[in-house]
């Protein structure tokens, strides 16, 4: 199944903007968009889907917001990025551990307006966008797209699941 992160050009711009004042620290933090009318804040992932290329480009649609049939397919829309503290030990450059306690506050708020956590992004300050080892082993939560913002600036996101990532089509709207 074809999966899709849709991303608000300012989200895109606020990650990136956050991933160069945390580097060379991998930076790190939620994606968060409105909750779909009808479902609920979170649905699952079905069965993992095969990998697609990512694309960075203006969304050609006359209405960039979120669509029903995003959640309905498992797709995310995500309009927000906030940023959260990376709780891995000074030292380490090349892992990232989010807020737990962050984390559920976010989640809470969000409900209680209409929205919910679609993903979390992180950066590989040195390497590709690409889902690292550590990273393979940290997914716990196959609900959540993640997007990783590599060393160069690009951008790619990714879907976990029990076979490891399967990479998602990324769609930038204005």
Known sequence: MARALRLSAAA???LRAHAAAEHPREACGFLLGPAAEGLPPETRRPGAGRGL???EAPFPSRDPGPRRDDAE????????ALPSPNLAPDGALDTFE??????LKLQREAR???RRIVGLYHSHPASAPIPSPRDREGAYDHSLVWL???A?????AWWPGP?????AYLEVCP
């Open 12 to 14: 895109l711009a606020a």
């Open 53 to 55: 290329w990512t694309r």
């Open 73 to 80: 397919r498992g797709d995310a829309f995500a309009d927000e």
């Open 98 to 103: 989010i807020d737990a306690a962050l984390h």
């Open 112 to 114: 209680a307006v209409g």
């Open 148 to 150: 990783i913002v590599g």
């Open 152 to 156: 160069d600036g690009a951008c790619r």
């Open 163 to 167: 076979d490891g990532f399967c990479e």
